[in-house]
């Protein structure tokens, strides 16, 4: 029997959910960040429901089924508008609006609690992604008693540092669907410490315009600037400010009064600014010779023009390598603070499914 929360119990619960966009889907599940009764969580273990949104390349389909089954029991299943890879995770579809997926995020969580016998059940088998036996000398993969995946589970090898020492390094795939990522990219790292000593980024390209979006142009850019903002304020912990940010987002429309979304903009330009981050990030990230300090000062004088009706048109596109090339050398918060200052990045033609 289908149970329906009323709306009291619906302001009540706080659903936690993780979420696996595609590329032309991400940014419109970055509102969710601003809506009461919805957490977005950093990761899929500490969430109740997973939402798929948009189209999911094939090349990340076992990517999304591993983010599916990290999700504890009982799970629920939400699928916004899913294409590609998304279709093949079973899931209650969502064609409508935000409002709409809200509302089945907390209808299928309050489903599963009821009946925990209708939650969705794991997609892969419940086996190791690789034998510890019988790869290399030692069973792990590695050399010597070092490196390898043994089931599944990166070890460190010695390598040179940039001072000449051999110290650990550990090679990790960060992403698709990593919560301080901006997007569904793919970030290849070696890490010693947390320092990064080599970088390799990934960007998918949307397949399609995501639906509902202002007509008009600058209040387009608008929206999209505020979605980036709420992921950016997440990422630097202001997570109070973020919530602000999406829900902002969710206010540009094309019949929005002006007046009053200027004042709300600029209200939050200010408190961005007096938070302190922009000072945390200088000399951060540079790229083309623009500090992540720099390129957020761009984005909010960007997202004030355009309220105002004095911008139009696409931002300009980051090429990945030079995304690396800034990143290398960095402890991994800062390269999340990088890649979250970034408006734009260049989709890479390399493994892009066309």
């Given at each position: ?9 619906r302001?009540?619960t ?9 590329a032309?889907?991400w940014?419109?599940?970055?509102e969710?960040r ?13 969430a109740?429901?997973?939402l ?20 504890p029991?009982?799970r ?10 998304a279709?093949?995770v ?12 809200i ?6 969580r ?11 059940r ?21 050399e010597?008693?070092?490196g390898?995946t ?11 540092d ?45 397949r399609?315009e ?29 997570d109070?400010?973020a ?10 429309t ?19 600014r007096?938070?302190?981050?922009l ?6 990230g540079t790229?083309d ?18 309220i ?15 995304v ?14 990088t ?14 499914q066309?």
């Amino acid at each position: 029997m289908a149970v329906t929360p009323n709306e009291g119990e619906r302001q009540r619960t706080d659903v936690a959910v993780a979420i696996a966009a595609g590329a032309g889907a991400w940014e419109a599940t970055q509102e969710l960040r601003g809506v009461p009764g919805v957490r977005v969580v950093t990761t899929p273990r500490h969430a109740a429901v997973l939402l798929v949104a948009g189209t999911i390349d094939d090349e990340d389909r076992e990517p999304l089924q591993r983010v599916h089954d990290q999700l504890p029991h009982p799970r629920a299943v939400v699928a916004w508008r899913p294409a590609g890879a998304a279709r093949d995770v079973p899931a209650q579809v969502v064609d409508e609006d935000l409002d709409a997926v809200i509302a089945q995020v907390h209808r299928s969580r309050s489903v599963v609690i009821a009946e925990p016998a209708r939650g969705a059940r794991d997609l892969l088998p419940d086996t190791e992604p690789n034998a510890w036996r019988g790869v290399g000398p030692f069973g792990q993969g590695g050399e010597g008693m070092m490196g390898g995946t043994p089931y599944g589970r990166p070890m460190t090898m010695t390598g040179d540092d940039r001072d000449g020492l051999a110290l650990d390094q550990l090679d990790l795939v960060l992403g698709p669907f990593l919560d301080p990522l901006p997007g569904p990219v793919t970030l290849h790292v070696t890490l010693q410490g947390d320092v990064l000593q080599d970088a390799e980024l990934t960007v998918r390209r949307a397949r399609d315009e995501w639906f509902g979006e202002p007509a008009d142009p600058d209040l387009r850019t608008a929206r999209r600037l505020l979605r980036r903002t709420a992921h950016g304020l997440h990422v630097a912990g202001l997570d109070a400010l973020a919530s602000r940010a999406a829900a902002l987002a969710r206010t540009v429309t094309d019949d929005a009064d002006r007046a009053p979304l200027a004042r709300a903009t600029a209200g939050l330009c200010r408190r961005v600014r007096r938070s302190g981050l922009l000072w945390t990030l200088r000399g951060v990230g540079t790229i083309d010779g623009g500090d992540a300090a720099q390129r957020w000062r761009h984005r909010i004088a960007t997202l004030t023009a355009a309220i105002d009706g004095s911008v139009s048109g696409a931002a300009p596109s980051a090429e990945p390598s030079a995304v690396e090339a800034a990143v290398v050398g960095m402890t991994l918060t800062d390269a999340m603070a990088t890649l979250a200052s970034v408006d734009a990045l260049q989709p890479d033609a390399v493994g892009v499914q066309t």
